[in-house]
């Protein structure tokens, strides 16, 4: 389904570099190429070399023209790529001789759109590629690479030949027979059901405990007034982000930034002290640490080595006990002046000054990122993916007791519902609107 109009756009980024990429596809992709070149043809895939001109003929630039005929392109379209000489003055007098000679600028993302629509990718592939662009740390591009290649497409193919299998089976039962699906099949179908189920639910999991991995693991550091949190994260940055001071309260609000360990980003968020306030502001300073709890990934609970342990430190010490289902490192902060903190009433604590070195907490924080970052389990990587597995899931679970008690209907009706969850991951039946946000969301000239 080819459309009629060419569209153009800059391809890369608007600002001064030593090449900037404008890129035409659509049908009159070529002609318009070559009316800007003065060629007479150009051969696909060669890079060919040529002096531009504008409609006045007069020399704009020159530049490596490269085509790609359809259906051999990243859209399916024609497609020319001029590779200009960097900056913006440039790409944009190309870009405005191309929609001259009959091309309009594309929307965003309507190159990878029209690719979705030709069948050159699915939108598994499209999500990457918009998130791949975005992506700001080592995990995260390793991450995306992979559904790029196509590793969830694989999975929901896989998923979705079970299904259809176990549909035929019951079909063909309903329709011509009076008795029950055959004991074998019955059990083979049960088979491919509680692998399929242990298969999302894993992937469901994996894909909430590595949230992380694209827009950074949250760290929280948490602990009662005064114990050192504002100069960890300073620490951290290296650099003065947050106000120090010995007067407990210091620290109101919630304060986060995006640092990288090893080959990991992280957002760290420093909270206010938790300590029963009477100050109003404190309090919800409080609150918001709390949420800042609830939200991260790792916790760091800091706690004074210079005082013995106390109420305040035991309400620290309720609140982690209360998120166990997270990774927790205690840290007995300001250990370079006299230790009396009891470290037995800690699990496993680390011994450390903010004043002097870090270094061992940043190891032990580098450790638990990299046991989570290197494993192959497949990841889903947008709510989108995440809310379609687990539509599908829910409807297999609704399959399991109509196909005990033999009501194949029910059963048939529960997987085909399964299906179509399954589908909409790499190539939705039809749901124009959805398309329409996704690629929306895309930048321009993708
Ligand atoms: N001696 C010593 N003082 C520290 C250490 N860490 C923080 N402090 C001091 O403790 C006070 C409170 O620090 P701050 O980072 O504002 O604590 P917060 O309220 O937990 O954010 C400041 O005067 C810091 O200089 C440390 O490791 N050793
Ligand atoms: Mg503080």
């Known amino acids: 389904m080819l459309e009629e109009d060419t569209i153009v756009a800059i391809a890369t980024a608007n600002g001064i570099g030593s090449i900037s990429i404008v890129r035409l596809s659509g049908p009159s992709a070529l002609k318009i190429a070559l009316q800007l070149s003065k060629k007479k043809e150009l051969k696909p895939r060669l890079a060919t070399l040529a002096s531009l001109y504008n409609s006045k003929s007069e020399i704009i ?53 029209r690719a979705f629509l030709n069948n050159k990718i699915d939108l598994t592939k499209a999500e990457a590629i918009a998130k791949i662009i975005e992506a700001r740390s080592e995990d995260a591009v390793k991450l995306l690479a992979r559904q790029l290649k196509g590793e969830l497409s694989s999975f929901v193919n896989d998923i979705r030949e079970d299904l259809l299998f176990m549909l035929a089976y019951t079909e063909v039962t309903i329709d011509y027979a009076e008795e029950d699906l055959p004991s074998d099949i019955l059990e083979q179908i049960k088979t491919k059901l509680d692998a399929i189920i242990l298969k999302l639910g894993n992937t469901l999991e994996a894909s909430k405990r590595r949230e992380g991995l694209i827009e950074g693991f949250k760290v929280a550091i948490i602990g009662k007034p005064n114990v050192g949190k504002s100069s960890l ?83 620290v010490l309720s609140i982690i006990e209360e998120h166990k289902n997270k990774k927790i490192l205690t840290v007995l902060n300001k250990s370079d002046l006299k230790n009396v903190f009891d470290k037995t009433l800690l699990h496993e604590p680390l011994t450390l000054s903010t004043k002097e070195d870090i270094n061992p907490l940043i190891s032990l924080i580098e450790e638990i990122l990299d046991a989570n970052t290197h494993s192959d389990e497949m990841t889903l990587i947008s709510k989108r993916q995440v809310d379609a597995v687990s539509q599908t899931l829910y409807h297999i679970h609704e399959a399991y007791s109509p196909l005990n008690t033999g009501e194949l209907e029910f059963f048939a009706y529960n997987i085909q519902e399964a299906l179509e969850y399954i589908s909409n991951i790499t190539r939705p039946y039809d749901n124009e609107q959805m398309l329409d946000v996704m690629f929306g969301a895309f930048c321009l000239g993708k």
């Open 233 to 315: 994260l300073n620490k951290l940055l290296n650099f003065d982000r947050a106000i120090i001071s010995t007067i407990a309260g210091t620290t109101r609000d919630t304060i986060e930034e995006s640092v990288k360990i090893g080959t990991h980003l992280i957002k760290i968020v420093d909270t206010a002290g938790i300590r029963d306030a009477s100050d109003e502001i404190e309090k919800i300073g409080i609150e918001k640490s709390l949420e800042a709890v609830e939200d991260a990934d790792i916790i760091i609970c800091l706690f004074d080595n210079s005082h013995a342990k106390d109420d305040e430190d035991d309400k």
């Open 61 to 113: 630039d020159e530049a490596l023209l490269i085509y790609f005929k359809n259906p051999y392109s990243f859209t399916g379209e024609d497609i020319v790529e001029f590779q200009c000489h960097g900056g913006i003055a440039i790409s944009n007098i190309i870009l405005s001789e191309c929609m001259l000679a009959g091309a309009r600028i594309a929307n965003p993302g309507e190159f990878s759109k």
